[in-house]
């Protein structure tokens, strides 16, 4: 049976772990090579790195650290980040991405979602949806989380979808940084939405809250960054809880 | 004992090379049919679309190479596209023609697992189940999970070139297929960790 995924996140800045709460206030969290051979070891399902500081002057850092996470761990490794062209997407994968994370480029072209997906597999591209309440909806925001775009971001993951996206990385910005868990009903309705697997997103704070995601939010896999990076959790302690509940995990 | 590793521009080369070396072999990147020869094994893998995997391999002139390679009775492991192109033909974005080494077709995995709820791609850790009378190469799978990500899945004529078996919404299909001195696996080794690896390294041992 497909096991559920549990993806650790590690936000990269100048070739930096980093930990922001709600986007800002970034912390020093350490080397994102240590941090992914200690996921590793204690059984992560794949490794996320997004650099939310990215530019062309740090591009070549961020193909750095991919290149040596590479060399030292064998599991999935999504790259996200200022994905602007095929170009770009294509440095990714040849640095030893397996998947790459478009987001803000989506908004302003879509297209590149499509001839990404032809030219890469869809399997290979992630679009990256940040969702915000407003009022009774959720929109689409940009620019890590500072920019609304109008966009209803239900309607955006579906339109993704059928352009090729293979898989919808959804962030809650009400929730992220908040440890308060996910939101479940976002989750849910874009998980209902689209016939594509949905990463859940910002705001656990626990390991129930995996399981909610999981569970009543019905994504597929399921990304945290703070409770196993500063140790509260480990990956494996986090399976565990799962497998009680009965929902599939790999253990290791 | 060179391990030649195709390049047809379009994988991620760079896990496989380093997931091969870790488990001590030692590899050349391939990018033209003289490559290939007087390789003790061949490992292609797969990223991307069929049509292009097929299309750029006919362009280097690789799909004889590999073609005569195989024939020759070097050892071949594809990953992925790299086992699908194995099969007559795939009918991912249209129809096209593969090497034609197993008898079968590549297939979308069935419409209705969509209505069903079920995510495609498949993507994610999922079993690998080798047959009763376990291919060497793939034994140690056997209660292991693997890393799989596809949309499309191998049909061979004949079940028993099926080396393992995986299932997916109730939906069972080909983990592995062979023959001979030819293996392809439909996840990725190369991104399974520890089982991967172990599994890498039988290749690198293997003497059909």
């Known amino acids: 049976m497909l096991s559920k995924r549990i993806i650790p996140c590690l936000d990269i800045a100048h070739g930096r772990v980093v930990k922001g709460v709600q986007f800002v206030d970034i912390i020093d969290a350490g080397d994102p090579v240590e941090a992914a051979i200690r996921y590793d070891e204690q059984g992560a399902d794949e490794l996320c790195f997004l650099d939310i500081r990215a530019s062309v002057e740090t591009r070549d850092t961020l193909y750095d650290v991919v290149t040596r996470v590479a060399e030292n761990v064998f599991m999935p490794l999504t790259v996200g980040g200022g994905v602007k062209a095929l170009k770009d997407i294509e440095n990714l994968l040849h640095a030893g991405a397996d998947k790459v994370s478009i987001n803000t480029a989506a908004i302003f072209q879509p297209e590149l979602v499509r001839e990404a997906s032809q030219r890469f597999g869809s399997s290979t591209i992630v679009v990256a949806v940040d969702a915000k309440r407003v009022d009774d909806h959720w929109e689409c925001f940009t620019h890590g989380g500072r920019k609304p775009t109008g966009i209803n971001a239900i309607s955006w993951a579906k339109q993704m979808a059928d352009f090729g996206a293979g898989e919808i990385l959804l962030t809650s910005m009400d929730s992220d940084g908040t440890k308060a868990g996910y939101d479940i009903a976002l989750t849910q309705q874009v998980s209902d939405g689209v016939s594509i697997p949905v990463i859940a997103s910002g705001g656990v704070g626990n390991l129930e809250h995996l399981a909610q995601g999981l569970g009543e939010g019905k994504a597929s896999a399921v990304l945290a960054a703070s409770i196993f990076h500063f140790g509260e959790y480990t990956i494996n302690q986090a399976k565990e809880h799962l497998h009680v509940q009965g929902i599939p995990v790999r253990l290791t | ?208």
């Open chain 2, 1 to 208: 004992m060179t391990i030649a590793l195709v390049n047809y521009g379009m994988g991620n080369i760079h896990s496989v090379a380093k997931a091969l070396e870790r488990v001590g072999g030692k590899v050349r990147i391939a990018t033209t049919p003289d490559d290939l020869k007087d390789a003790s094994r061949i490992v292609l893998p797969g990223v991307g679309a069929f049509r292009d995997c097929i299309a750029s391999l006919r362009k280097n002139d690789l799909d004889q190479a590999l073609l005569e390679s195989m024939r020759s009775g070097t050892p071949y492991l594809g990953i992925c596209l790299g086992m699908q192109i194995l099969l007559d033909e795939s009918y991912e974005f249209g129809e096209h023609k593969g090497l034609g080494v197993i008898a079968g077709s590549v297939k979308h995995f069935p419409a209705h697992l969509t209505e069903d709820g079920i995510k495609i791609p498949h993507m994610g850790w999922n079993d690998v189940i080798p047959a009763t009378e376990a291919h060497p190469v793939l034994a140690s799978l056997r209660a292991k999970q693997c890393y799989y990500v596809h949309s499309y899945v191998c049909v061979p004529k004949n079940p028993q070139h099926i080396q393992a078996a995986c299932s997916y919404g109730n939906h069972p299909f080909a983990a592995a297929i062979g023959k001979d001195n030819i293996l392809g696996v439909q996840f990725h080794p190369e991104k399974s960790q520890a089982a991967g690896l172990a599994m890498l390294e039988a290749f690198t041992t293997w003497n059909p």
